[in-house]
């Protein structure tokens, strides 16, 4: 597997294992990074720093990972992910947060669960399951707008829709994600 | 009240965001790629950040120099110092050195220091750490600040060692690439392939719009092949015979939708065998391709594959062995079907090959065992440096650290490691071990014997100034001379040294 063959690179030829690393998973760390940088304000230079740390940290937390946890591709995201938040925790600037139907936040009801971890924790996995058992296509749309920060735009091209397309079906995911998840 | 799906999607554990990025992607041009290679590279230690502001180009600072060199010449009084500079900037070219950033009378003053071997001047240690970052020269990455004027020395030994052009040329007969020929975009059209014998051209073909990337030397003749990154087009596969006909060019990416081509064995027909690895989302697959003399497919198949890279593949019985990285080899048959796997395995090490070769019948496989926790030990290292790693491990006992102790160290943690197989064996056996060393080339001299060349670790070094978590040391290359009984006929010393990086 792809994953094998990056670690034992990395492990003997940590230059090269380096560049097919970066060759494969830049475009998606930069753009993890950039979706919670670019909207605060942050230099392409300070993304690129922030991406290019993230490599490095994936490199130096190689004795760390464990492949059977999830694959590099999704490690190097929460490592930048991490990386993102303590970035914008520097500035001491709180992220912002978008409104409900037309950027995906979602109204809860009862107490106010984000005093509450667990409930939060229960939260993500429902909203884990919710997304993979919509179609390939919708979760693709929904991972790329609300993680990747997409517009309907590059969305539209990555996936070979239009943009109507993609809006509609954003519209329509949203509304089964919140049936399944019990909120109207 | 609300919450934000943004904000849920960072709080997602690992476990549920793999669940939800198949096929997800994202995007960067080129040349914030090449940043971000240049600088996560930078922060392990391995080259130089990349800036994202242009500068002065090397050439334009080195021909405004010459211009200023001119100007001076004018002027009678300027001639003795004019002469002095021209010397310096031509010792900068020779050594490639670069004089960005310093004053004309600091290029003198660099000059002389390196050429007296004082290395007392402020910006000497600096110049040589720039070119030393210039060059990738491993290891070094260096604070000139903190260097002594022997720790500078030796930073300017390790660049004229890395001088291409002071190393001696190859002996014996030997492939090469004696030229490439660039378009106006640098875009390469072509590759020279030469045979040579010492530095006699025996002969050379010339491999139209072809960006050689690997040469694979054949019993008769060679194979040249273009191995492309992943999903592009470009991935070919030449064929040329001893006396330097081009047989065939065929085009793997059409044909077999591979992108990386790994091995490629001649075959007994004058056809060639070739193993390409095909990446993809879906999971990746070794692609086999069996080629008549004249580059017809004759053969063709597809393993699904989740191993590592394939790195060599050799002949075993009517069928073939491929060696899978860390600790796999497969097994194939002659339509390239899998029949089999073996792990390479010894008791507590952890090995990994670094030649293969086929003698009297039988697949020898050369390579190194670490023991287990080596690895981890590695990490750590990496992460914490060299000196609490080694703390940890010894209990506070290593600061600072002694060259003897790191060779103890670094003999403890390798073992030069021969494996044999053959059609009958169940799993590679260990047929020669041998603690405190590497195993590296395997050689079939043509009066039959199997040399294998093991190193083993004499010095081993730990360099404060250095921030790249290895120590380097140097082995004594000693080979290993066996019959085809498999008797051991000699051990030689080779009167070579070799470079060994621990950690």
Redesign the interface.
Known sequence: MRDEKLLHMLSSDPERGMGELISAYSGLVYSVIRARLGRNAFSEADIEDCAAETFAEFYFSLGSFDPKRCSIKTWLCVLAGNNAKDALRKRKRAPETLSIDEEGSIELPGPDFTEDEALKRALCAELTEAISSLNDTDRQIIVRKFYLGQSSAQIAEKLSLTVSNVDTRTHRAIKKLKERLGVI | ?????????????????????D??????DEL??E???K??????G??KPER?NGRFSRRALIIAAAVVIALCACGCAYVAEAREYNRAMAFFEEHDITAEGLTRAEIKAVYRDIKTESFTYGRTAEVIAHSLFEK?V?GYEIDPELMSPVEAKRMWDALLESDPDRTSGAEGVHYSITGSETDLLMNITANTVSKLDGEEVLWSARLDAFGLTRLFPLADGAAAAECS??RTDRLKLALIDGGGSILFVQDLKKELGADEICSVLGEPDGGASAFALS?SDA??SVIFARYSRTGELIKNNEIA?????PSFAVHMGKGYLLYA??NDVVLLDADGIPTGTMQIETEGMYC?IWDIAVYNGRIWLSGVGNPEGY??L???C??YGIIKALNERYGEVMTPVSSDELVNAAREWHTGLLFVIDENSKAPEVFCSVPGALGRKLTVTDDGRLLWECESIVTMDYVPYRNAYSFDGKTQIMEYAFSEGGELISVTDTGRMGICTAM
């Open positions: 009240m609300k919450t934000d799906i943004k904000e849920l999607f960072d709080k997602l554990d690992p476990g549920e965001l793999e669940m939800l990025l096929g997800i992607d994202g995007d960067c914030t790629r940043r971000i290679r600088n996560a590279l930078a922060r392990i391995r080259g994202r990738r491993r990154a992943a990446r999971g990746n594959w989740k191993n590592a890279f990285g860390m990994s690895l981890n590695q990490t750590y990496a992460k």
